[in-house]
């Protein structure tokens, strides 16, 4: 999905973490990002991995390096490309889309989790081409390695990233309703551009939580269900040749 600062922007430099769920993650985001979003109480039916105890604070400094590195190699390489290989901005009909609100003004859960599904379909972390309808325009956009706010930021992230990769694949394999989040599971798996021709494959899951107040999506949280290390050996093996089988 998506050179910039998310975990799969984060790819390009191969500093993507074990995931983290459950209290560390929410105790990890509330402690380094001062996160104010309401409604982030665990449940007993949220997604669970096996935590692997907090960072270190060099390996969190090398992933927050690695993280505004790839940001920035990913702004350094959309200046250089072609106006014709840009990625196509959303069509006027999403930009102009209005969410359906409720009678108390708060948008409509199931609109808001259709769009969500749809924009999957659209690989909406590598082109950035999803509906910013159901989102906050300060929603924060996190994974292991760093936080930011802002739906602009995080779109053009999605495209520079897009720009690294030749082809890619993501599928939406489940999706599970909580009282204040949706819980999308995923797989995704890409060739990247580089010339022995890389290709990055794994699953994880992204949690959509949503503000209490607009019923919008406030907080957009990534997490991979594969070691760093594994990321590490399949960007730096060749693969040229195999794209035609690997990919559609």
Request: aromatic content about 12%; charged content about 20%; proline content about 6%.
């Amino acid at each position: 999905m998506v050179s910039s600062s998310l975990s799969f922007h984060s790819l390009a430099a191969a500093t993507v973490n074990p995931i983290y769920s459950g209290d560390a993650v929410r105790s990890t985001f509330r402690r380094q990002f001062g996160v104010s979003c309401r409604g982030q109480s665990p449940s007993t039916n949220e997604p669970q991995t096996t935590s692997k105890g907090e960072r270190g604070e060099p390996e969190n400094v090398l992933l927050k390096i690695a993280w505004y590195g790839s940001e920035l190699l990913g702004i350094a390489a959309s200046a250089f490309r072609s106006p014709a290989s840009l990625p196509p901005p959303n069509t006027t009909t999403d930009q102009d889309f209005e969410i359906p609100v409720d009678c108390s003004g708060r948008a409509v859960r199931v609109a808001v989790v259709d769009s969500i599904k749809h924009d999957f379909k659209r690989s909406y972390f590598v082109t950035g081409d999803l509906t910013p309808a159901v989102y906050e325009e300060k929603c924060e956009f996190a994974d292991p390695a760093g936080s930011f706010k802002g739906l602009t930021r995080f779109k053009r992230n999605c495209s520079n990233f897009g720009s690294l990769i030749e082809k890619s694949n993501m599928k939406l394999m489940k999706w599970e309703n909580f009282e204040e989040k949706g819980v999308g599971h995923w797989k995704f798996s890409c060739v990247m551009s580089f010339p022995w021709k890389p290709i990055l494959s794994a699953t994880g899951y992204t949690e959509y939580y949503f503000d209490p107040e607009s019923g919008k999506v406030c907080r957009h949280v990534e997490h991979w269900n594969v070691p760093k290390i594994a990321l590490f050996k399949q960007l730096l093996r060749p693969s040229r040749g195999l794209l035609g089988t690997s990919q559609n």
